[in-house]
């Protein structure tokens, strides 16, 4: 499926997310990487919205 893209929306403000970072250490990854946890969050690798290039949980594009 060359040329196939999935389309990701930030969870918050429903804009584009642009790949995925860790809502806790910041890291970015192409990938969703879901080995990379953090003892004691439920957080971790979480989209990356593309505007304000936050984790998406903490997005501030919306109020
Ligand atoms: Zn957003
Ligand atoms: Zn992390
Ligand atoms: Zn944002």
Known sequence: MAGAM???MCAKCGGLA???KCAICGSEA???DSN????GSD???T???AQC???DV???CVG
């Open 43 to 45: 957080r971790y690798c």
């Open 30 to 32: 192409l990938q969703h």
């Open 6 to 8: 999935t389309e990701l």
């Open 53 to 55: 290039e936050e984790a």
């Open 58 to 60: 903490l997005c501030t």
């Open 36 to 39: 990379h946890l953090h003892v």
């Open 18 to 20: 642009d790949g995925w």
């Open 47 to 49: 989209l990356k919205c």
